[in-house]
């Protein structure tokens, strides 16, 4: 087991007064809240943020932690309570107050009591009081990322997930669970998946939780996402340009070809209708036209454009920068 | 009861109108109906349709998402009903505002990348 320093986590000194434990612990669940925070490990940090505070914040646990932290870790890291402990302070008491226990950790729990050992009362949220009761269980919600090829077809994607369920002597315990699901196509970014029942099972004869999959798009080398509409930018030369042309485009579906009116712009937006991601309303393709132009031109070729610049010598590419 | 090999065929909540009732979301969240009203005279979170009657009040996923993260917010953070209903407003224009970001890099990205 781990030694936790908890006036590390909370980033005070050991003489700390509880106003500065308070006042650090605030400011630090604001900044990890997972909520709130977009820091990879904002969940973990959270969790750990309220298991240091549940400790310092009560003059009792907080005297007793600091015995156990003089006592102090072993060589190695590891950490064992001397022999005989036991909190005063435990929470098999009723001590809890608003924290999502079920996550403490095992240091915690071997030194505390923890939530898992059972027993603690009201405020601890619905899977604290698991016992015995008829409890509908958990909804789970996941996140499942998709390549737009996969939400364009639609696709058959393996979700895992964790559901929390009661062992046979009524401990809350974790259990990896893993559902194959055939997504449909033309899934956008943020949208959600509900399964019926494939949450966390009830307690009691209760009916089983839902699972909710929020859809997320990796991003795309070509193409990006506006709405259901796929936008991507396609180079074409100065002359197709100039003169109009019918230029091969990619899709997510397959290659189309687009004509390309003269006198195109750079910049220019044209629409491809309903080919855009699929549904009852389908969204359309977007080509954003951006004039390429080739790294060296041959001899003949600057022959051409000295010509082309004698015959536009009118034309002031620079005439709204009033120049 | 996990199961790989079969595969579930998906209903996309977005669309299949699948709703909650008052006292079904507030089963969900764990929470009073009194909590859900507020939230929702605050503008928090709303019902499909506005019904004079909360009874008849029809909820659908993304307000359940709603309540719940109002919920812990509530109970992390020890938020008041104004300063929820701010911080989730904030909250979705920040993460609104992250999404736009994200495709504009991106599609500079693809008018840049070429040239």
Known sequence: MEFKDYYAVLGVSESATPEEIKKSYRRLARKYH??????????????????????????????????????????????????????????????????????????????????????????????????QRSMRGEDVHARLALFLEEAFHGCEKQVSFTVHEPDPNGRLVSRQKTLKVKIPAGMREGQHIRLKGQGGPGTGGAEPGDLFIEVQLAPHPHFTIEGRDIVVAVPIAPWEAALGATVTVPTVGAKVNLKVPKGSTSGRRLRLKGKGLPGKHPGDQIVILQIAMPHRHSTDAEKLYEQLAEAEKDFNPRSRLHV | MSNPDHTLTVVVSDDDGSTFTLREICERGDCHAEFVIKLVDYGIISPREEAPEARRWEFDVAALGRLQKALRLQRDLKMNLPGLAMSLELLDEVEEMRRELARLNQQMQHLMGEQ
């Open chain 1, 34 to 131: 997972p909520d709130v925070s977009k820091e990879e490990d904002a969940d973990a940090k959270f969790r750990e943020l309220g298991e240091a505070y549940e400790v310092l914040k009560d003059p009792e646990k907080r005297g007793e932690y600091d015995e156990l932290r003089k006592y102090g870790a072993n060589a190695d890291g590891s950490f064992e309570p001397p022999p005989g402990w036991h909190s005063a302070s435990g929470f098999a008491g009723g001590g809890y107050t608003d924290s999502d226990a079920q996550h403490f950790s095992e240091f915690f729990e071997e030194i505390f009591g923890g939530a898992r050992a059972g027993g603690f009362s009201a405020g601890a949220g619905p899977r604290g009081s698991h016992r």
